[in-house]
T-cell receptor, first 113, second 115 residues
Framework: GENVEQHPSTLSVQEGDSAVIKCTYS??????FPWYKQELGKRPQLIID?????GEKKDQRIAVTLNKTAKHFSLHITETQPEDSAVYFC????????????FGTGTRLQVTL | EAEVAQSPRYKITEKSQAVAFWCDPI?????LYWYRQILGQGPELLVQFQDESVVDDSQLPKDRFSAERLKGVDSTLKIQPAELGDSAMYLC?????????????FGPGTRLTVL
């Protein structure tokens, strides 16, 4: 099955700086990679996703890049704000299944003033 | 905006007792998922339903866990008997179809504590 590794496990940045979270996956046939944000005590919410036919996708301050050859994808948050503080999870859709997502272990992002 | 509903939000039980969690997916969503999230880790899929049929329960500990979605709408996840290691957040999610990359929407979860 798919294996997803995520780094770093914790990340502290100052407000206004950029944050980058990286994930690697093992199954070269995986073709869909969502990112979820989970605030303390709340449900995971999709913030951005990318499919394997695209190398980069951007939505305002959030961008995701995908390198299929290296089997890694990254989340980039620019101009960070205190409300960006949360745990972020990457995931990969396991090939050969209809919609089974394998999640990374999460990155706790802390944006300090 | 429609959301996935779950109840209860919190459950405390003693080991060897039975517990049940309920999930109501977004209306019209054919696919329903139950995940377990241990503190400090990402969600792990326990079972996936397409309408009323189970399509993946490979990670469900079937000796003690059961799940059903009798009418293809809401779903119940049961644990009997509960063990200390079952303490976790149980998340339900739904998606419109079971297609490659269809967005999964999560409920607020049920936090289970087994004493």
């Amino acid at each position: 099955g798919e294996n997803v590794e995520q780094h770093p496990s914790t990340l502290s940045v100052q407000e206004g700086d950029s944050a980058v979270i990286k994930c690697t996956y093992s199954d070269s046939a995986s073709n869909y990679f969502p990112w979820y944000k989970q605030e303390l005590g709340k449900r995971p919410q999709l913030i951005i996703d990318i499919r394997s036919n695209v190398g980069e996708k951007k939505d305002q301050r959030i961008a995701v890049t995908l390198n299929k050859t290296a089997k890694h994808f990254s989340l980039h948050i620019t101009e960070t704000q205190p409300e960006d503080s949360a745990v972020y999870f990457c995931a990969a859709l396991e090939s050969g299944t209809a919609s089974k997502l394998t999640f990374g272990t999460g990155t706790r992002l802390q944006v300090t003033l | 905006e429609a959301e996935v509903a779950q109840s209860p939000r919190y459950k405390i039980t003693e080991k060897s007792q039975a517990v049940a969690f309920w999930c109501d997916p977004i209306s019209g969503h054919a696919t329903l998922y139950w995940y377990r999230q241990i503190l400090g880790q990402g969600p792990e899929l326990l079972v996936q339903f397409q309408d009323e049929s189970v399509v993946d329960d490979s990670q469900l500990p079937k000796d003690r866990f059961s799940a059903e979605r009798l009418k293809g709408v809401d779903s119940t996840l049961k644990i009997q008997p509960a063990e200390l290691g079952d303490s976790a957040m149980y998340l339900c999610a739904s998606s419109l179809v079971a297609g490659a990359g269809d967005t999964q929407y999560f409920g607020p979860g049920t936090r289970l504590t087994v004493l």
